[in-house]
């Protein structure tokens, strides 16, 4: 959903008090947000970024969370018939893969500092897989953050990989996951960037090593096409519509 930055809840609930107290506190804003009569299938793929910053103002929720809210629950109520779309054809990005991701990074919020990962996995023309998480640490550049959701896009590719091999598919070419951020991925690809990249965590460098061992490969794409925007940030309601139908999601 393209929520609008100007509700402002790119933040914490521990620092955000600004606005009059919502007439919520009735109904919580968590329980509304998570109301199975609405918050079918689909909130968790192309709505899921912004239930999760909901979310987070349950204990103390202002005028401002509220209207996000119900603004949620129209787009939820307006999209209910929306369901991931299968095809037995292929795509030219998918190719002989069995499925293949895009990673991406929001940036740090404006108030934990804290960047948010996110990945969807596509075969069949459809999402198979998605994740949109708060990284548990600060990234000091954008570079960092990308680095990060990248790793975190490795291990569900990996882990997707054995599933279908248990399956009896297997995936013969390392699997294809596409990134928008050049530094990151040079950084995966080189392991002589070792002055700008020897604070981050050994953990996520978990990406370099599978790239070399050619289990994955890592493709550049620009943001417009990058389908994991839409897990990360806010979108304009054009681009929130391009990336649901990369999602593979159509009215019934």
Same mark, same amino acid.
């Given at each position: 959903?393209?929520?609008?930055? %100007?509700?402002?809840?790119?933040?914490?609930?521990?620092?955000?008090?600004?606005?009059?107290?919502?007439?919520?506190?009735?109904?919580?804003?968590?329980?509304?947000?998570?109301?199975?009569?609405?918050?079918?299938?689909? %909130?968790?793929?192309?709505?899921?970024?912004?239930?999760?910053?909901?979310?987070?103002?349950?204990?103390?929720?202002?005028?401002?969370?509220?209207?996000?809210?119900?603004?949620?629950?129209?787009?939820?109520?307006?999209?209910?018939?929306?369901?991931?779309?299968?095809?037995?054809?292929?795509?030219?990005?998918?190719?002989?893969?069995?499925?293949?991701?895009?990673?991406?990074?929001?940036?740090?919020?404006?108030?934990?500092?804290?960047?948010?990962?996110?990945?969807?996995?596509?075969?069949?023309?459809?999402?198979?897989?998605?994740?949109?998480?708060?990284?548990?640490?600060?990234?000091?550049?954008?570079?960092?953050?990308?680095?990060?959701?990248?790793?975190?896009?490795?291990?569900?590719?990996?882990?997707?990989?054995?599933?279908?091999?248990?399956?009896?598919?297997?995936?013969?070419?390392?699997?294809?996951?596409?990134?928008?951020?050049?530094?990151?991925?040079?950084?995966?690809?080189?392991?002589?960037?070792?002055?700008?990249?020897?604070?981050?965590?050994?953990?996520?460098?978990? %990406?370099?090593?599978?790239?070399?061992?050619?289990?994955?490969?890592?493709?550049?794409?620009?943001?417009?096409?990058?389908?994991?925007?839409?897990?990360?940030?806010?979108?304009?309601?054009?681009?929130?519509?391009?990336?649901?139908?990369?999602?593979?999601?159509?009215?019934?």
């Amino acid at each position: 959903m393209p929520l609008r930055l %100007v509700y402002g809840l790119e933040g914490s609930p521990h620092f955000v008090r600004r606005g009059k107290p919502s007439n919520m506190h009735h109904l919580s804003l968590g329980h509304a947000l998570s109301n199975k009569a609405l918050g079918i299938f689909v %909130v968790e793929v192309h709505d899921s970024r912004h239930v999760q910053i909901g979310d987070a103002f349950t204990v103390n929720p202002t005028k401002v969370h509220e209207l996000a809210a119900k603004r949620i629950l129209r787009y939820l109520a307006g999209t209910k018939d929306y369901g991931i779309t299968y095809r037995k054809q292929t795509t030219d990005l998918q190719g002989e893969n069995l499925f293949y991701g895009y990673a991406d990074a929001g940036y740090g919020n404006q108030e934990e500092y804290r960047s948010t990962s996110g990945y969807a996995f596509i075969s069949g023309g459809g999402a198979i897989t998605w994740g949109s998480r708060k990284q548990i640490s600060i990234a000091l550049s954008s570079t960092e953050a990308e680095y990060v959701a990248l790793s975190e896009a490795m291990r569900e590719a990996l882990w997707l990989k054995s599933l279908y091999e248990e399956l009896g598919f297997i995936q013969k070419d390392p699997v294809l996951v596409l990134g928008d951020n050049d530094g990151s991925i040079a950084m995966a690809k080189n392991p002589q960037f070792h002055k700008r990249s020897k604070h981050i965590a050994i953990r996520w460098h978990f %990406v370099r090593e599978k790239y070399h061992e050619k289990a994955i490969e890592i493709i550049d794409v620009r943001d417009p096409q990058n389908t994991a925007d839409i897990l990360t940030k806010a979108l304009t309601p054009d681009v929130h519509s391009r990336h649901t139908t990369g999602l593979g999601l159509h009215s019934a």
